[in-house]
């Protein structure tokens, strides 16, 4: 068992905005190794990438599902500290390229009908060449 896995590949938040998306219709691509941080959706045609969090390693504020462990403080700071800064090396790399950067956290995929609307929100945002139709 692969339990000390920290980010694997198609976790269950997100097969449940892949999921999501393709209700909406959205195309997209996933793991592009080619990106900076290899960003978990990517949608070419929007030039929209998304990143799906999870709230504890990511450092969700304010959420319940980030809190700190009591042991070790230390470590898990500096842990934190690390994917943090990552992930805005690759926010920020993947802006220069031109690529608009969502976040969509853990806790958001647990709430069905918010992330639909997010979801659809975003999709709506970045429909600057209307390609949606089938
Ligand atoms: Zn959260």
């Known amino acids: 068992m692969l339990t ?10 997100e097969l449940v905005v892949r ?26 045609s929007r030039k929209l990438d998304l990143f799906v969090h ?6 969700h504020e304010n959420c319940k599902m980030a809190s700190t462990p009591r042991t070790r403080e230390d470590f898990w700071q500096t842990k934190f500290e690390a994917n943090m800064a990552r992930d805005r090396r690759n926010e920020t790399s993947l802006k220069q390229l031109g690529w608009r950067v969502e976040v969509i956290w ?6 069905a009908t918010r992330l639909f609307d997010r979801l659809k929100t975003l999709l709506a945002s970045g429909d600057g060449q209307s390609e949606s139709r089938e």
């Open 4 to 13: 000390s896995k920290v980010k694997g590949k198609d976790t269950r938040p």
């Open 54 to 59: 999870g709230c504890f390693w990511h450092r």
């Open 19 to 44: 999921r999501t998306l393709h209700g909406l219709g959205g195309r997209y691509r996933l793991h592009r190794q080619d990106l900076p941080g290899s960003p978990d959706i990517v949608m070419p």
């Open 106 to 111: 853990e806790c958001e995929t647990k709430q």
